[in-house]
């Protein structure tokens, strides 16, 4: 029993999103019903909140993988490009200012 749990919740999203409360009173029923031992549930409630945790990482990092390729994809400007233009405008309105500082003394 403890093995079909363990691969349920590793196969689906749920232990991603199990809270340390839920996934405790769900060994506990399993403690109940004599499949677990107390001394295997702290054990099992690691290993499930640790598959959790990693299972969270792994979908995280899926997410900013997958929205980063739709904005390329869209031709969205990161943020990175913005601060380059904003610096180049920066140097073009210097470099203006200092033109039309020359252009008035010659004058």
Do not use: Y
């Amino acid at each position: 029993m403890k093995d079909l749990i363990s691969k349920g919740f590793s196969l689906g999203l749920g232990l991603a999103a199990a809270s340390k409360e839920q996934v405790e009173k769900l060994v506990d029923e399993l403690v109940k019903k004599g499949e677990l031992t107390k001394s295997e549930s702290n054990a099992f409630v690691n290993e499930l909140l640790e598959k959790g945790d990693k299972l969270r990482t792994e979908i995280d990092e899926m997410i900013e993988l997958r929205t980063k390729q739709l904005l390329r994809s869209l031709h969205v400007a990161t943020e990175e490009e913005i601060e380059e233009l904003r610096a180049r405008i920066v140097q073009l309105e210097e470099q203006v200012s200092t033109l039309s500082s020359s252009k008035n003394l010659k004058e």
